[in-house]
């Protein structure tokens, strides 16, 4: 499966920002999709994961309460509804895919475990 992620911009803080993740190749419904990010000269980190019909997310508690991950798999599309938007939030935002495990185990799969990743879309939250 190929990602294409999308929707980064500039925002000032407290504001709103939606991502979009469009897949190519496969189905997205027999994935577990997911969010990470990464701030310069930092590691990249988990952010959000969505099970494969939606029915189960996991957030890492940086976002927990301001970020929404959701999913369409008709569209064969996934989503990360970003507000209240700080600038510690200021990162490169990647969605990836894994092909089996749960939403929480995406958040420590080891990265090159991950089956796909987009190209990133960079995210910048003014002060």
């Known amino acids: 499966v190929q990602l294409q992620a999308s929707g980064g911009g500039l925002v000032q803080a407290g504001g709103s920002l939606r991502l979009s993740c469009a897949a190519s190749?496969?189905?997205?419904?027999?994935?577990?999709m997911g969010w990470f990010r990464q701030a310069p000269g930092k590691e990249r980190e988990f952010v959000a994961a969505?099970?494969?019909?939606?029915?189960?997310?996991y957030y890492a508690a940086s976002v927990k309460g301001r970020f929404t991950i959701s999913r369409d798999n008709a569209k064969n599309t996934a989503a990360l509804q970003m507000n209240s938007l700080k600038p510690e939030d200021t990162a490169v935002y990647y969605c990836?895919?894994?092909?089996?495990?749960?939403?929480?185990?995406?958040?420590?799969?080891?990265?090159?475990?991950?089956?796909?990743w987009g190209q990133g879309t960079q995210v910048t939250v003014s002060s």
């Open positions: 990836a895919a894994l092909r089996y495990g749960t939403a929480q185990a995406m958040s420590i799969r080891p990265k090159d475990a991950l089956d796909a």
């Open positions: 969505i099970n494969w019909n939606g029915g189960s997310t």
């Open positions: 190749g496969r189905t997205l419904g027999s994935y577990i």
